[in-house]
């Protein structure tokens, strides 16, 4: 069973589109966080979520929009995509969103924007 | 502002040799550490992390760390390395109030050689 899964795996685009990549965890977690890992693996949060609400909002351009359903699903919305925002995002969960929590990943979707 | 230093990009090794992985943090506030390994193409699992207590703590697949105040580090250390070990690892921090905001380091690539 998959614990953290996202789609797509991968994504490729046009610069100026608007896409979207689903996040949804079986693990009964209250906590959902979306990273960005760059093109030389360097690891950086963008968001969290705890239980629908938002808790971390980093230096994020406004052109993505983090939106949580349900505490289970955690989407990741960008408008106007430019070159710079190719990179493998990683969607995680924690239990509750304490410091000690472990956080548990997906397998990331790889975006190219072109 | 924390920050996380791991002071080695690329660590080759041998099959069977002992490997350190270096993890330095810098943090005005008490911390929680992890560390994280990232297989090829896959999403990153914790392989360990230290809260409290002992400063030694130690995972499943023979994986070590040493939590150290008075030098603020987190070495990973293995015995004895096998192919599998191949991966990327990451140190991480996360300071003790708050959300449960995760700081990476740049990462460590570890290359097993036969």
């Known amino acids: 069973d998959t614990a953290v899964s996202q789609t797509p795996k991968y994504l490729v685009t046009q610069m100026g589109n608007d896409k979207s990549i689903k996040c949804e965890q079986n693990l009964g977690h209250d906590t959902m966080y979306w990273y960005k890992q760059d093109s030389k693996k360097f690891l950086k949060i963008m968001f969290s979520y705890n239980n629908k609400e938002l808790i971390i909002n980093e230096t994020v351009p406004n052109r993505f929009s983090p939106k949580s359903p349900d505490k289970a699903h955690l989407n990741l919305h960008i408008n106007s995509l430019e070159l710079g925002d190719s990179a493998v995002y990683f969607c995680?969960?924690?239990?509750?969103?304490?410091?000690?929590?472990?956080?548990?990943f997906g397998p990331g979707t790889r975006l190219t924007v072109l | 502002a924390q920050s996380v230093t791991q002071l080695d990009s690329q660590v080759p090794v041998f099959e069977e040799a002992p490997v350190e992985l270096r993890c330095n943090y810098s943090s005005s506030v008490s911390v929680y550490l992890f560390w994280y390994v990232q297989y090829p193409n896959q999403g990153l699992q914790l392989l360990l992390k230290?809260?409290?207590?002992?400063?030694l703590v130690e995972s499943i697949n023979g994986f070590e760390a040493e939590f150290n105040k008075s030098q603020t580090s987190f070495h990973l250390r293995k015995p004895s390395v096998h192919i599998s070990d191949t991966a990327e690892y990451f140190c991480a921090v996360s300071d003790q109030g708050g959300y449960n905001k995760l700081i990476f380091g740049a990462g460590t690539r570890l290359a097993v050689h036969p």
């Open positions: 230290y809260l409290s207590g002992s400063t």
């Open positions: 995680a969960s924690s239990l509750s969103g304490g410091q000690a929590d472990t956080q548990y």
